[in-house]
T-cell receptor, first 110, second 115 residues
Framework: DAKTTQPNSMESNEEEPVHLPCNHS???????IHWYRQLPSQGPEYVIH???SNVNNRMASLAIAEDRKSSTLILHRATLRDAAVYYC???????????FGDGTTLTVKP | DAGVIQSPRHEVTEMGQEVTLRCKPI?????LFWYRQTMMRGLELLIY????????DSGMPEDRFSAKMPNASFSTLKIQPSEPRDSAVYFC?????????????FGEGSRLTVL
């Protein structure tokens, strides 16, 4: 399975943008890039996913490098409720299997 | 929809006892996943099903673990006999659409403590 690499932790100030990076240099052409976040004592929650083009939804934006070997999750205005562990994972089309890495723990300071 | 429903939310048992964790996926979802989360190993995929058929159980730690999906609306993860090292939070997730196009929906997890 293709693996992802993320920084262990990041800090942000409230109401400022946050850019969370993810490296996936061994990504294959049929791998989708998914982002999830996990709040304390909860199950992971879907944030966004994409294949090649940048994606936007109400929660965040996903910027995918042209060679697809890296991506960045963008939270446009961080709030205290965004403090969580953020996971970047790859899911292969028609395979279903996904492997979670250690994720990035985001701390948001008031 | 109520989302993915897991039971029990908490289970405390003694070593050697049988443990059964249950999951009801979201209606219409054709994939079901069982994950285990610990501080040491993070989130591990144990097994997943597609249309009720186990596709990949390579993450199941050993023969003490078994999972079934008798129908599209129910799955179980059984540990027999349980050991203290099985203590973890077990998550069930489901998804629609094929492969990586669909988002994973997770349940709230079942926290297992084996004494």
């Amino acid at each position: 399975d293709a693996k992802t690499t993320q920084p262990n932790s990041m800090e942000s100030n409230e109401e400022e943008p946050v850019h969370l990076p993810c490296n996936h240099s061994t990504i294959s052409g049929t791998d989708y890039i998914h982002w999830y976040r996990q709040l304390p004592s909860q199950g992971p929650e879907y944030v966004i996913h994409g294949l090649t083009s940048n994606v936007n939804n109400r929660m965040a934006s996903l910027a995918i490098a042209e060679d697809r070997k890296s991506s960045t999750l963008i939270l446009h205005r961080a709030t205290l409720r965004d403090a969580a562990v953020y996971y970047c994972i790859l899911i292969r089309t028609n395979a279903g299997k996904s492997t979670f890495g250690d994720g990035t723990t985001l701390t948001v300071k008031p | 929809d109520a989302g993915v429903i897991q039971s029990p939310r908490h289970e405390v048992t003694e070593m050697g006892q049988e443990v059964t964790l249950r999951c009801k996926p979201i209606s219409g979802h054709d994939y079901l996943f069982w994950y285990r989360q610990t501080m040491m190993r993070g989130l591990e995929l144990l097994i997943y099903f597609n249309n009720n058929v186990p596709i990949d159980d390579s993450g199941m730690p050993e023969d003490r673990f078994s999972a079934k999906m008798p129908n599209a609306s129910f799955s179980t993860l059984k540990i027999q006999p349980s050991e203290p090292r099985d203590s973890a939070v077990y998550f069930c997730a489901s998804s629609q659409n094929r492969g990586g196009t669909g988002e994973l929906f997770f349940g709230e997890g079942s926290r297992l403590t084996v004494l």
